[in-house]
């Protein structure tokens, strides 16, 4: 994978060649090709030849090209895989996740595709999506699987139909798998994309709330599910140049104080401690990975 930022990832429908070469023009982090929920079974083999013909034809620019392949549990997967593969995305998105083994066994088919292709060992990478009971129980096994993981991802959708359990606005029903998801991914040093915002004719404020609640979690990025999302989402996973200036002062406020043997000092009438410095440190980090020049 080539992407150091993932603010914005689209889904695009694997079996739709217009919205893929919609999605490749946009200015998003990233477009993910969707061989699973997008495309009916009885779709499922026109989509991989889209999505194949798609990847190999389309000038994608910065954007990076994933693609979503259908569950392990489905059967589907593995003729996902060889429907695609020669068409080399940078990555692919596993749903469902639910065992360490399932991501181990996608690894392995990438090894034995890059070396039959002579790419380089370990370039194309893995999304995990944990959407599931199961999956949340395991999620310490599944965030070491394998090398080849990027990112934890959150479904809160799938979620609460495996569980029964009824969405509601607040999200209470998913909240603990949600806090759940981010931390084991930043315990394990991944990326944390959160869930859709699946709620398309409502007023954008409620989607920035929900982007800024993802935020204050500590989550990354965020899924999109329609092309008008993205601006929205990438602007509130990107911190605003008053964050920024605020963050950068801070930080040359430790470094001054930190020469004298000062560790804890006042600025702009609080008192400031390393958690607050590295917190600072992380908004100078997701700038510099959003392209901004900090």
């Known amino acids: 994978m080539v992407k150091t930022t993932r603010r914005s990832l689209l889904f695009m429908p694997g079996d739709d060649r217009a919205k893929i070469e919609k999605g490749a023009a946009l200015d998003v982090d ?18 991989r030849e889209v999505a194949a013909r798609a990847l190999k034809e389309l000038d994608f620019g910065e954007t990076e090209r994933l693609v979503r392949i259908n569950a392990l549990q489905s059967g589907l997967a593995h003729d ?7 068409a080399r995305p940078h990555g692919l998105v596993v749903p469902k996740v ?26 194309i990478g893995l999304i995990a999506i944990v959407e599931t009971a199961l999956g949340i129980v395991n999620l310490h096994e599944i965030a070491q699987s394998c090398t080849r993981l990027r990112a934890l991802a959150f479904g809160a959708e799938d979620l609460a139909g495996s569980m029964g359990a009824v969405r509601t606005p607040d999200g209470w029903e998913v909240f603990y798998a949600r806090s759940a998801v981010v931390l084991h991914a930043k ?15 409502v007023d954008d404020s409620l989607l920035v709330a929900d982007c800024e ?51 804890v000092f006042e ?15 992380s908004v100078i980090e997701r700038a510099r990975a959003a392209g901004i020049d900090v």
């Open 30 to 47: 990233s477009v993910i090709i969707d061989l699973e929920d997008a495309v009916s079974l009885q779709q499922k083999s026109a989509a």
């Open 80 to 86: 996902d895989f060889k429907a695609i593969i020669d």
């Open 98 to 123: 639910e065992t360490a083994e399932q991501l181990q066994d996608v690894a392995g088919w990438l090894t034995r595709a890059e070396m039959r292709h002579a790419w380089p060992d370990g370039g």
């Open 187 to 201: 315990a394990f040093g991944l990326q944390a994309i959160d869930t859709p915002f699946v709620h398309l004719k």
């Open 213 to 263: 609640q993802a935020l204050y979690m500590g989550y990354t990025g965020k899924f999109a599910i329609h092309p008008k999302q993205v601006p929205t989402i990438q602007q509130a996973f990107t911190p605003s140049a008053a964050q920024i200036d605020h963050a950068r002062r801070l930080v040359d406020a430790h470094l001054h104080y930190g020469e004298s043997g000062v560790g």
């Open 267 to 281: 600025y702009e009438g609080r008192m400031v401690d390393m958690p607050m410095v590295r917190a600072a440190q």
